[in-house]
Each structure stands twice: as C-alpha cells, then as structure tokens.
C-alpha cells in the first residue's frame, strides 16, 4: 500500500526485547520510536517501568514517554491513541518511521481499531460510583448488569466501576458499546506489526534478572518520592504498575526489601502471562509471531520496511 503512510509496530510481553529492537530498527530506517506502554507515559517511574534510559533516548527520536505526571488520573487509552496518532503525523511528515512500541494491547487496540463511542460520564455518577467500597460496586453492577459483572474479576475495582457508571449513565452495558468502534487508524496505514513471543523459561529468567538491576539502579529512590506524594490519590493509575505494591510496600517498612523483589517479580512474571496470552490469541492471524529466539537483523528483515509514504492521517 505505497500511498498510506508506513507505520511499524513491535509488541509483547514486558521484557521480550521490545525496546531494543525497536531501537535496532529506527536506526536502520530513521525512525521515531512512539510509547504504546500504560506505565511508561508516567514521568515518575523510569526505572520501575523499564523506560528507555537517557542514552538510549539520544539515539533516536522518543515520543510518549514520561510526559504524564503521576497525579494525572484521567490519562486513557483513547487519550493516549490521539497523541499516537498526532506522534505517526509528526514523523512522518519529517520522512521519518513511525515505531509503535510496548505491551498494552488495549492501548494498540484502541489505536488501530478505534474506541468504544461511549458518551461522557455524568459527573455525579461517576463520583458517587467512585466512592464505593468494591465490594458494594460489585454487587450493585451483579444487579445492573449482571452479564458484566460475570465477567470481571470482584475484585478488580477500576473495572467494576467502569462498568457500574456507564450503565447507570447511559442505560447501556458498556460490553453493547463496545460492539461498535470509532475513530481507528487502522484502515489509513500501512501497518508492519510484529509481535515477540520468546520461550517462557527465558522471559521469565530475563523478568527476575531485570528486575533486581531495577532496585539496584534506584527504583526504590523512585517509589519512596511516589509514596511521599500526597497529590497522587491512593487510586491513581500509576500506582498499579507492576512492582509498585510490593516496592512501595517495603519503602513503608511492612516487608522486607528481599521479599518486596521477590513478590515483585512473580508479580510481572503473573502479568507477562497475561500478556503473552493476549498477543498470542488477540492480534490479527497475519500479524508477523516471532516464537523462539530468532536473530534481531533476521526480525527486522522480516518487516520489510521501506521508505515511508509522507500522507497524513488527518
């Protein structure tokens, strides 16, 4: 499709290479590498997150990360796929490659596929639904939408909310919005997507080893200034990213640090997991699966990037 834009995408779950061989890859092809990561738009975690480290930065345009401040709780997949898609113009109006890269499979989702259309929240709704103990906006969504509420974990308290308020919004469940979608870009790029699947044995290796050089290089220092910030509401988004707890946790003094990196790292193994799952079974059948260990420059060739076309999305 020589007349759409060239977009490239490299996904999978957190500590399968993704960053590197995005960088791998601007660097052949002039790229700008675009943040599709949850945790890593936050500018208060570099090294929880696993954000590219300053000299990596210097090697290749970076957009997307670190520019939400912690105290930000309205940041949205639909928030960040318009920036996505204003990062894509950008480069490619200056003749670079768009690079899409990270693990969030709702945020890459919301960008090429578009969003759920669902009108805005009543804030009354929304703040007396916001209110509730968990327990009391589970069993109010098992009577509201009782289809839903099945299919949610009791205890995952910032879906259950969704749910809750949007039924009570708009008289709709939020899965009969989500049947139709708006705003994807989907169908104006020309998309090269490649998802990495390594073997489970190493990621899970490559996780614990990762995550010790974390509180090595100071990952502590980050979330004890996180905690100490009386701004960032108990139920900030940030304050969900894998290893927060169980860091913050130890800051308090209420385990140990050993245990902190011990709890920590099962925590992102468990959610890799999760990850590896959904890029496994959700992306499209011709989205390009790397399995195994195959060599980056071979990865890269498979792309087939070439020089991209400089056509706006707007």
């Known amino acids: 499709m020589p007349d759409l834009p060239k ?10 290479g993704k960053s590197a061989l995005a960088l791998m890859l601007a660097e052949r092809h002039n790229g700008t590498i675009i943040n599709a990561d949850s945790a890593q738009v936050y500018r208060d975690l570099r090294i ?57 499979g709702l945020y890459i989702r919301t960008l090429i596929d578009g969003i759920a259309p669902v009108p805005a929240i009543d804030p009354a709704i929304r703040a007396e639904v916001r209110a509730m103990a968990t327990a009391d906006t589970y069993a109010e969504l098992q009577i509201a939408d009782p289809a839903q509420a099945a299919k949610l974990n009791a205890t995952d308290t910032t879906r259950i909310a969704r749910a809750l308020e949007v039924v009570r919004s708009t008289g709709r469940s939020i899965a009969d919005w989500r049947k139709e979608r708006v705003g994807g870009i989907g169908g104006r790029i020309d998309l090269a997507a490649l998802i990495l699947l390594p073997p489970r044995d190493w990621l899970h290796e490559r996780i614990d080893r990762r995550f010790a050089a974390m509180v090595e290089e100071g990952a502590m220092a980050e979330v004890t200034a996180l905690v100490a910030r009386e701004d960032v509401p108990l139920d900030a988004p940030i304050r969900r990213a894998i290893g927060l707890p169980e860091l913050a946790a130890a800051s308090l003094g209420t385990i140990t640090l050993g245990d902190a990196i011990d709890r920590a790292a099962l925590a992102t193994r468990q959610y890799a997991k999760r990850q590896y799952t959904w890029f496994r079974n959700q992306p499209p059948d011709h989205w390009l699966r790397a399995e195994g260990m195959p060599d980056a420059a071979a990865l890269i060739a498979g792309l ?7 056509t706006q999305l707007a």
Request: proline share 8%; with cysteine.
């Open 48 to 104: 929880v997150t696993a954000r590219p480290s300053a000299k990596e930065e210097a090697r290749a345009p970076h957009r997307l990360f670190g520019h939400v401040d912690a105290a930000d709780t309205g940041y949205s997949a639909g928030r960040w796929a318009t920036e996505a898609c204003a990062a894509i113009d950008a480069a490619v109006a200056t003749g670079n490659l768009p690079i899409l890269v990270g693990g969030t």
């Open 7 to 16: 977009v490239a995408l490299i996904a999978g779950p957190t500590a399968s």
């Open 304 to 310: 087939a990037i070439g020089p991209p076309a400089v």
